[in-house]
Structure formats: structure tokens, C-alpha cells
């Protein structure tokens, strides 16, 4: 069983910034991207940020500048630093990542997801 628990969470004012994390845990052999998706009331889930185990990063054009995702790969954890926070990055946002089981076999997982608030 794997499991991705995400934390950080909350209500912040515009300007702000929050910083959220993200722990897999479970049969864990080694993991390909970690990322972090949202989705906001009424619109589709969309990419935010997410590396690869190599360090290779992407991120939404809307994110860019203010976001910065990084990792442990030693604690299989993944952060996401959100700085300038915007009325419009209200969202819940979900963590993401393709994990390969001691089976071998790479499955794609989703964390229960964590909710954002920028508001004043």
C-alpha cells in the first residue's frame, strides 16, 4: 500500500505565501515525478509544478516566478514554496507522483488533496 499524505494548507492574504509538503509512504522502491496539480470550483485539475528524481522541473506558465517545487528524495517527500500568492491561486491542490513498487511495477498515485485559500 502507498499512500501520500499533504499538509500546509490554509487561508492566506494575497501577497502571502505558504509552503506545502508532501510525504509517500508505503512499499516504496524508488519514485519518477512528484508534482502538484490544482483544481479550482468549476474548472478542470491542472498541472502546477512537477520534477523529476533527476531534478528536471516544469512548471504552469501562471506559477512560474512565484513557485518553486523541490525535493527529498531521501524522505520520498515533495515541497511546493508558494510566494505572491494570488486571489486566483485558490484552488485545492493535489500532490502527484509515479512510484515504482517493490514489484517493480510503476503505478501513478494522488494524495486526498489540500485546500488554498487567498483571500482578504
Known amino acids: 500500500q502507498v499512500q501520500l499524505v499533504e499538509s500546509g494548507g490554509g487561508l492566506v492574504q494575497p501577497g502571502g505565501s505558504l509552503r506545502l509538503s508532501c510525504a509517500a509512504s508505503g512499499s516504496i522502491f524508488s519514485i519518477y515525478t512528484m508534482g502538484w496539480y490544482r483544481q479550482a470550483p468549476g474548472k478542470e485539475r491542472e498541472l502546477v509544478a512537477k520534477?523529476?528524481?533527476?531534478?528536471?522541473?516544469n512548471y504552469a506558465d501562471s506559477v512560474k516566478g512565484r513557485f518553486t517545487i523541490s525535493r527529498d528524495n531521501a524522505y520520498n517527500t515533495v515541497y511546493l514554496q508558494m510566494n505572491s500568492l494570488k486571489p486566483e491561486d485558490t484552488a485545492v491542490y493535489y500532490c502527484?507522483?509515479?512510484?515504482?513498487?517493490?514489484?517493480?511495477?510503476?503505478?501513478?498515485?494522488w494524495g486526498q488533496g489540500t485546500q488554498v485559500t487567498v483571500a482578504s
Open positions: 520534477m523529476t528524481s533527476g531534478g528536471s522541473t
Open positions: 502527484n507522483a509515479d512510484i515504482v513498487r517493490m514489484s517493480g511495477l510503476t503505478y501513478n498515485y
